[in-house]
């Protein structure tokens, strides 16, 4: 790879950049929330945004409705094994980037370890958002993400507490039939 365009790169990304933490609500996830890293980049110029494209080796590269084009890297394999090693080998000079990405990556070990899986995690992935892009808009507050978390927690409790010995079958209109009381 060209060293300058590598680090013509590292430098657009460290003014114009954005590694990210999304929860999006989802019913057929076992949590509420499916938890994904972005890095994403939006520039009216398409050239740049392309450039990324192949040198990163994945994303996608879109127009938006407003004239600027916007590249994204979403895929959790894709940001390990492409996005985080480039930006590891060619770094950032601005301290907020530095930060925003060492907390990137601090989300990534623990999203690949499935500490997202847990409470716990998703309490410490919180925290750890709290802190990148200055706090950033964010589409769910930490007490929307927390509260559906807690009523799952809730639900999950209240279906664990069914006795093992009480079979019951759910058909589609939703009655409740005890296997045991039909033998």
């Known amino acids: 790879m ?22 999006r609500p989802r019913q057929d996830y076992k949590s509420p929330w499916k938890i994904s890293l972005c890095f994403n980049i939006s520039q009216k110029d398409k050239v740049i945004l392309a450039l990324y ?10 127009a938006r409705p407003d004239g600027v084009w916007y590249y994204e890297v979403n895929n ?17 000079l601005s301290a907020k980037k530095k930060r925003d990405f060492a907390k990137f990556c601090e989300l990534a070990e623990m999203i690949h370890r499935g500490e997202h899986l847990t409470e716990e995690g998703i309490h410490k992935i919180l925290e750890i958002r709290r802190e990148m892009n200055d706090g950033g808009k964010r589409k769910y507050s930490e007490s929307e993400i927390l509260s559906k978390l807690q009523e799952s927690s809730e639900t999950i409790r209240r279906t664990s507490d069914l006795k093992k010995d009480d079979d019951i079958v759910r058909s589609s209109e939703k009655s409740e039939v005890n296997i045991n009381e039909r033998s």
């Open 76 to 92: 959790f394999s894709a940001i390990r094994e492409n996005v985080i090693p480039f930006f590891k080998k060619y770094h950032f």
């Open 2 to 23: 060209n060293q300058y365009v590598a680090a013509y790169l590292a430098g657009f990304a460290d003014g114009e950049g954005s590694f990210n933490l999304s929860f």
């Open 53 to 62: 494209k192949r040198v990163l080796g994945c994303g996608t590269l879109r």
